[in-house]
């Protein structure tokens, strides 16, 4: 059973940083994208940032030089800091992996639970 974990939410003060982190755990064969998602209440799950298994990086025009993704393959993890952040930026934050349980089976997404990041004075 493949699992992702998020840990590192919390509140900030505008203009604060937090990190987050995600782990997955399991049996699984290869992972390749992760990606960080969030939704704010009311509004619909959009893209963060992404970083690929070779190192690439893409990142959302609202984060772009304040957030930045990384990885440790060697942990099975992805991590976001999120620096100067905004009371926009408030949401629930997901983790998403694109893995595949052995090596005869398709890819697909598996989805952390969410982590809670409330940015306010």
């Known amino acids: 059973q493949v699992q992702l974990v998020e840990s590192g939410g919390g509140l900030v003060q505008p203009g604060g940083s937090l990190t987050l982190s995600c782990a997955a755990s399991g049996r699984f064969f290869n992972i390749r994208d992760m990606a960080w998602y969030r939704q704010a209440p009311g509004k619909q799950r959009e893209l963060v940032a992404t970083a690929t298994s070779g190192g690439s990086t893409n990142y959302a025009d609202s984060v772009k030089g304040r957030f930045t993704i990384s990885r440790d393959n060697t942990k099975y993890s992805v991590y976001l800091q999120m620096n100067s952040l905004k009371p926009e930026d408030t949401a629930v934050y997901y983790c998403?992996?694109?893995?595949?349980?052995?090596?005869?089976?398709?890819?697909?997404?598996?989805w952390g639970q969410g982590t809670q990041v409330t940015v306010s004075s």
């Open positions: 998403k992996a694109d893995l595949a349980t052995a090596y005869w089976q398709s890819y697909r997404d598996y």
